[in-house]
């Protein structure tokens, strides 16, 4: 059964039963410990109430972090980089156009047409 | 030689005028007229291929049995011509569309999509 | 055999046919109304989808099928007194046509029962379904020709569909600007593919495929004619840096339409692989050509990746992730292509490292369809795609959070998922060939994850906004097309061996044997 599976890859091999097995018994282990813990938590309450230093809580949108600021590092650290690549993404019909001309001409280089 | 390849000197001509409007111009109808002679170019070249000298034309009711010539460049002529109708209708109207929406049809203000 | 044998023998041609017949008549039945209409559409797809079954276990079991059109017995692909030469249209179904033609139809189907309910609050909804089936016949047609002039009429008519559909939803005109950009820039690659074919015709005086490759001597104008042939069927499959339109066309198109223009960008590719293998084959200067297809992969990853990770529209970023996945493909067949010459090394990984590519073409098509189709269901309750606006999605509707995860780890290539069984082909395969190309896809793999997991927190995470209070979970028809996606993502994960063995090996080979397709067509000359 095990053998069927696996995917050979030339060099090496893969089989996704035995990820798959490891996965279970991951969750089994996960399953247990939460077994253990307290079966009847309070519903209400202070215990549900978040704790701000005891601040009180703000509303829902006001601690909702959006999207738009996920990864802002990333782009900062990149800037050099989106600078100079975003500005590419004209949206002007003609800078396309040219896109896929230069291209064209370009590899017709590569290939050895035009020498 | 010049006046045998004349159809294909002029068929490049039309192609590269047709691009270099699309390129030089920067309202969406006269791009879309470059096109259509990009289209022209083409079609010119297909028909000029299909030239046999001394071969005669394949019209069944005046021609000798089997010696006709295959219309094969003719067809797919014929082909690429209402293929470009219904692209050409499609574009204008799409232009149409952009110019009542946008308020333009230059090929520098739609750009709305960009980024 | 169950089959009629009717049937069987006209498969190739009744692809065809069966879904432009429910292309044309789709107007005229939604006179009658539209659950008559939207009946008539999903019986002619799931007739389109049956005899591609039909047609690819036909294929498998006995080889290539050749059907010639308007021939005495469909299987004269040469007339006897023609002088050898296949003058009619002909379709040629090997096992790769095969393998595009039959998850095509797949996609098309999942993408038809969803768009049941998604579009059923949009207007003109006739000619919505007579495009999608129209696209379904250009992305098959494209796929089964083995005419090249056929071919070109089959690109136009995808892109002619495809550019409609993509300006359906007018939406203050910019949906319509994204169809001019793509229609424009497709109409102009169709132009130059025509261009070449002509450059092709006046030299060999053919149009069959096969024909040509057998006489093909590799001149100053085949080169002319290749460059042009690849570099236009890449612009249509989105390859950086003429990937411009792709994210303007899938994030203006409705979600269904999207997820099956992903699969009309990959007939696109297919395309390359037909001309590159077949038409050209060992003429070729495999080297040069390879690495054209690789440095467009590489660059089509990275660029793809990067660009996806700062948007902050849904379906912008997933567009840029779709550009992204295809430099997968194109880097696994460029290698291929690029060890073509050399029997060993084509042995020794350019093998794998096509199988790698082209499985990917199946997996990216199942699971980037099943992530713009959650994101269509995102819009169908919310009405905005913008990432600063969503949160708190995963409260009520958590079938949707769940395609979407299947979806979002298949892309990102984490077991036991499909994504990742075809880039460990392709991981370790490039690697032989040059190990900076492997990990610059692995890298590009992290991005991915990266980007998702922004995805999946500002869509599904954090407490439940106001503004989205009564969001319900989507109808059971957008369930159900995106759960036959989401099966496929998770079968061809636990079982990739077999969907290699059964479809991806016969399909690779099928594209390195040059001499088998010339002789299915010409009969072993």
Not at chain 2, 19 to 42: D, Q, Y
Not at chain 3, 134 to 160: A, H, K, P, R, Y
Not at chain 3, 207 to 236: C, E, G, H, P
Not at chain 3, 494 to 502: A, E, G, K, R, Y
């Amino acid at each position: 059964m095990a053998a069927i599976m696996t995917l050979q890859t030339g060099t090496g091999f893969w089989n996704p039963i035995i990820w798959i097995i490891a996965f279970v018994i991951a969750f089994v282990f996960a399953y247990l410990i939460w077994m253990l813990g307290e079966k009847d938590p309070k519903k209400t309450g202070d215990l549900i109430r978040p704790y701000l230093s005891g601040n009180p809580e703000p509303a829902k949108e006001a601690v909702h972090v959006p999207g738009g600021n996920l990864y802002w590092g990333f782009t900062e650290a990149l800037q050099g980089y989106y600078t100079r690549v975003v500005p590419l993404h004209s949206g002007i019909l003609t800078d396309y156009l040219l896109w896929f001309l230069g291209v064209m001409a370009f590899v017709l280089v590569l290939v050895g047409v035009i020498v | 030689m010049v006046l045998y390849n004349l159809p294909f000197i002029a068929a490049g001509l039309l192609m590269a005028f047709g691009i270099a409007a699309m390129l030089l111009r920067r309202n969406l109808i006269k791009m879309i007229m470059g096109l259509s002679l990009v289209e022209a170019g083409v079609n010119l070249l297909l028909v000029s291929l299909g030239y046999r000298a001394g071969g005669i034309a394949p019209i069944f009711t005046n021609a000798p049995r089997d010696l006709m010539v295959m219309p094969t460049v003719q067809a797919m002529t014929l082909t690429n011509i209402v293929i470009g109708i219904a692209t050409t209708a499609l574009l204008l109207s799409f232009v149409m569309v952009i110019y009542r929406r946008y308020g333009s049809a230059e090929a520098d203000v739609v750009r709305r999509l960009r980024g | 055999m169950i089959v009629p044998s009717l049937l069987l023998q006209h498969a190739p041609a009744l692809l065809l046919a069966v879904p432009m017949l429910g292309a044309f008549a789709t107007p005229l039945l939604g006179r009658l109304g539209s659950g008559i209409r939207n009946a008539w559409a999903v019986l002619a797809m799931l007739c389109t989808l049956l005899i591609a079954v039909v047609l690819a276990t036909e294929v498998l079991a006995t080889g290539t099928i050749v059907y010639a059109f308007g021939a005495a017995a469909p299987h004269l692909s040469v007339p006897l007194d023609s002088g050898g030469i296949p003058i009619r249209i002909i379709f040629t179904v090997d096992a790769m046509s095969a393998f595009m033609a039959l998850f095509a139809s797949i996609v098309g189907f999942a993408v038809l029962l969803y768009s049941l309910k998604s579009q059923s609050r949009n207007s003109g909804q006739d000619g919505y379904y007579a495009l999608l089936l129209l696209l379904t016949v250009g992305i098959l047609g494209m796929v089964c020709t083995g005419d090249l002039f056929n071919f070109f009429v089959f690109l136009e008519i995808n892109s002619l569909a495809g550019a409609a559909l993509v300006a359906y939803r007018v939406d203050k005109g910019v949906a319509v600007e994204a169809g001019l950009k793509y229609a424009v820039l497709s109409t102009l690659g169709g132009l130059l593919v025509l261009f070449a074919i002509a450059l092709l015709y006046g030299q060999y005086d053919a149009l069959n495929i096969a024909m040509i490759a057998s006489r093909m001597q590799f001149t100053l104008l085949d080169k002319v004619a290749l460059v042009m042939l690849v570099v236009a069927l890449a612009m249509k499959a989105g390859a950086v840096p003429m990937h411009f339109w792709t994210p303007d066309a899938y994030s203006m198109a409705p979600s269904a339409v999207t997820a099956f223009l992903v699969v009309a960008s990959q007939a696109s590719l297919y395309g390359i692989f037909r001309v590159v293998f077949s038409l050209y084959g060992l003429a070729l200067d495999c080297l040069t050509v390879g690495w054209v297809l690789i440095i467009l992969g590489v660059l089509s990853m990275f660029v793809g990746v990067t660009m996806a990770i700062p948007q902050k529209d849904v379906k912008r970023l997933m567009a840029y992730h779709a550009v992204s996945q295809t430099g997968y493909m194109l880097l696994g067949v460029g290698v291929g292509v690029a060890v073509l010459g050399n029997q060993d090394l084509l042995t020794a990984y350019g093998r794998i490292a096509m199988e790698g590519g082209i499985f990917h073409i199946i997996n990216h098509a199942m699971y980037k369809g099943l992530l713009f189709l959650t994101a269509g269901a995102i819009f169908y309750r919310t009405g905005t795609r913008n990432l600063n606006k969503l949160g708190g999605l995963g409260h009520s509707m958590k079938w949707t959070m769940v395609f979407f995860m299947i979806g979002a780890l298949a892309i990102a290539g984490i077991p036991p998922f499909n994504g990742f069984a075809s880039k460990l082909m392709i991981y370790e395969s490039v690697f032989l060939f040059n190990p900076l190309l492997s990990i610059i896809a692995m890298v590009v793999s992290i991005l991915t994850l990266a980007s998702f997991v922004k995805v999946f927190h500002s869509i599904f995470m954090g407490p439940k906004l106001p503004e989205y209070a009564d969001v319900r979970e989507v109808p059971a028809p957008m369930l159900i097309g995106m759960g036959i996606l989401a099966l496929f993502v998770i079968l061809f994960g636990i079982f990739p061996q077999q969907v290699v063995d059964l479809l991806i090996t016969p399909a690779a080979a099928a594209l390195i044997d040059q001499g088998g397709y010339i002789a299915s067509i010409l009969g072993g000359a």
